[in-house]
């Protein structure tokens, strides 16, 4: 490890000691990184009392100690199933409880620095108290002068200087883990510091924020049981972030909830379908629902707030979960596995056959449940544990929807230990499954497909001519070996079946103009042939589309589309 890394020797040699301190000194020495910075791996008698902790909450303490840009870290991998223990991420998500504030000096230098113009001339009136403080910022409760009550975000001073340096320093133990540990060439840590570092640069933009707020008010606008407050951009800058006040009570103060006799049931409902429609729908969701983060209203509405951390899946990835969701939904495990296949990009050393055998038995634990008993959560971190298993990785965007399904799961439960999340899903699920397959989106299916179908007509004749050439002048032998005949058959019957769904679809359409035809030459003829000619029409309608939704639940039974 070349320490120019000199330059942060003495952040280097705070790090490490940090560790050494809560009872860590010996992986770090395991690692080789002590010798680096000659510091012994032993703890004086005042640091012992640190080591009959557990390793989690040692690791808690640890991050704490070393400031926002470890707890952040910490945040981030406790979405990680794949790396820790339950027992640590649970103590890693106690992270999220509040920081220590800054003054009021810093944070009155900061608004008039960033804004140009001193307090009293933005705000009528400014709570020098913060509401609440966090590892990156802190939100003080102000009025601008058109008498609007706000709420302003203020970034700690000097944070991101600090963040830098630290990434620097993470970015090298990365790389040292990465080359000299088993552990580095699985999981690839300068990747993973990589992404968090680009996560953290977002969050450090206040404007970045701003522009999701009003991305989620867009949205959810259609839902008037959900507010998103309004963002001030003329007060809001990449250090300060001014947001419309809403008056309501936070989820975090459950005794208050109940003595305003607000319905505890209905909001749970509200809450969970929100989160399913931006995960499902929307593919932007909010990527923190925690308790805090949650405001309930009069008339039984409810807030999100801090869009700080959000969630983003592609059309693929969204396919994917709905896959899965469905899967787990009808208790049909080929459809998990299958979805799970497609996640990640397996290795040679999976073994499909052997997954799909382990999540039958992970099935069967399940199947006899009512859906009302089934946790979500649970079921997706053991279908996940049983990828890590099989060395499919698990894309990020995934651990970290499992994370927030996780949060979101906990608070309902709390509001309403009665309600399944599932049975929420569920029909959602269903209604954006028959709009996967609607004439329109098979149309964009075709659209986005159409150049390359287009580059393979032109190209293919030239290719195949150049091939027989070579086979002309040269000598060669082609070798066709198949590890798996039961894969490749199950691949053809995955694209019969989308061949098939493609002529039903055609067929349907066909069947529908036909019959719009037909009824308009019936309405010429007497009464009497009309209403005959009018039935047999109908009947004729009605048996085309239950032929065709036999077909189509025909091929989702068999889970290969």
């Given at each position: 490890?070349?320490?120019?890394r000199y330059k ?5 040699k705070?790090?490490?000691?940090v560790?050494v301190?809560?009872g ?27 080591i009959?902790?557990?390793?989690g909450?040692?690791l808690?303490l640890a991050?704490e100690?070393?400031g926002?840009?470890f ?5 981030i ?6 790396l ?8 890693l998500?106690?992270l ?6 800054f ?9 008039e ?12 009136e ?5 509401l ?5 910022s ?12 706000v709420?302003?975000?203020?970034q700690?001073?000097?944070?991101e200087?600090?963040?830098e ?13 990465d ?14 510091v990589k992404e968090?570092h680009?996560?953290l640069r977002?969050?450090?933009?206040f404007r970045i924020?701003?522009?999701y707020?009003?991305?989620?008010k ?8 959900i507010?998103?407050p ?12 001014t ?17 305003k006799?607000v319905?505890?049931k209905l909001?749970a409902r ?7 429609e931006?995960?499902?729908?929307d593919?932007l969701y ?5 308790p805090?983060?949650?405001k309930?209203?009069?008339?039984n509405k ?7 951390m959000?969630?983003?899946?592609k ?21 998990i596995?299958?979805a799970?296949m497609?996640l990640g ?7 499909a ?6 999540i ?8 006899e449940?009512p859906?009302?008993e ?29 994370k ?6 906990g608070?309902?439960?709390?509001l309403?230990p ?7 899903a ?19 299916y075709?659209k ?5 179908y287009?580059?393979l007509?032109k190209?293919?004749p ?11 002048d040269?000598d060669?032998?082609?070798n ?12 053809f019957?995955k ?23 037909g ?6 003829v ?6 005959f000619n ?6 004729g309608l009605?048996?085309a589309?239950?032929?065709y939704?036999?077909?189509i639940?025909?091929i ?6």
């Amino acid at each position: 490890m070349s320490i120019n890394r000199y330059k942060h020797i003495r952040r280097y040699k705070e790090i490490a000691r940090v560790f050494v301190k809560h009872g860590f000194g010996t992986v770090l020495d395991q690692l080789g990184i002590l010798k680096y910075l000659d510091i012994k791996k032993k703890t004086n008698k005042k640091e012992d009392k640190y080591i009959k902790k557990s390793i989690g909450e040692r690791l808690r303490l640890a991050l704490e100690e070393l400031g926002p840009s470890f707890i952040k870290l910490g945040q981030i991998i406790s979405t990680r199933q794949d790396l820790l223990s339950e027992d640590i991420i649970k103590e890693l998500e106690k992270l999220h409880e509040s920081a220590l504030p800054f003054s009021f000096e810093e944070a009155k230098e900061c608004i008039e620095y960033e804004l140009g113009e001193n307090l009293e001339e933005i705000f009528i009136e400014f709570d020098e108290k913060p509401l609440a403080a966090a590892s990156i910022s802190q939100v003080h409760l102000a009025k601008l002068k058109s008498g609007k009550q706000v709420v302003v975000k203020i970034q700690r001073p000097r944070i991101e200087i600090k963040i830098e340096e630290d990434m620097k320093i993470l970015k090298d133990l990365a790389w040292f883990i990465d080359t000299h540990t088993k552990y580095g060439k699985l999981y690839e840590f300068s990747t993973m510091v990589k992404e968090f570092h680009n996560t953290l640069r977002k969050e450090l933009d206040f404007r970045i924020e701003g522009e999701y707020t009003e991305k989620f008010k867009e949205n959810l606008a259609s839902n008037r049981k959900i507010v998103i407050p309004s963002v001030y951009w003329e007060c809001t800058t990449r250090s300060i972030l001014t947001l419309e006040y809403i008056e309501g009570i936070s989820l975090s103060n459950f005794e208050e909830l109940k003595d305003k006799k607000v319905d505890l049931k209905l909001i749970a409902r509200i809450i969970s379908k929100s989160i399913f429609e931006q995960i499902l729908r929307d593919g932007l969701y909010h990527g923190d629902p925690h308790p805090g983060n949650i405001k309930a209203l009069s008339d039984n509405k409810i807030a999100f707030l801090d869009f700080g951390m959000v969630g983003t899946l592609k059309e693929e990835r969204k396919r994917q979960f709905l896959k899965i969701l469905l899967g787990i939904a009808f208790k049909n495990s080929k459809l998990i596995v299958d979805a799970v296949m497609d996640l990640g990009s397996m290795t040679r050393r999976s073994d499909a056959k052997k997954l799909e055998f382990e999540i039958d038995k992970l099935r069967d634990e399940y199947i006899e449940l009512p859906l009302k008993e089934i946790k979500l959560t649970e079921i997706f971190n053991k279908i996940f544990d049983l990828s890590f298993k099989y060395n499919i990785k698990i894309p990020n965007e995934f651990t970290m929807l499992v994370k927030t399904l996780a949060t979101m799961e906990g608070v309902v439960e709390k509001l309403d230990p009665e309600l399944n999340v599932l049975e929420i899903a569920q029909p959602i699920a269903k209604k954006l499954m028959f709009r996967l397959f609607s004439p329109e989106t098979v149309k964009d299916y075709i659209k986005e497909g159409i150049f390359d179908y287009g580059n393979l007509v032109k190209e293919f004749p030239e290719l195949l001519l150049n091939f027989f050439r070579k086979m002309e002048d040269e000598d060669y032998t082609l070798n066709f070996r198949f590890k798996s005949t039961k894969e490749i058959l199950k691949r053809f019957d995955k694209i019969s079946n989308k061949i098939s769904f493609s002529i039903a679809l055609l067929s349907l359409s066909i069947i529908i103009a036909g019959f719009i035809i037909g009824f308009g030459m019936a309405a010429t003829v007497e009464t009497e042939a009309y209403i005959f000619n009018l039935s047999i029409l109908k009947i004729g309608l009605v048996a085309a589309v239950l032929m065709y939704l036999w077909l189509i639940f025909s091929i989702f039974k068999t889970g290969r589309f």
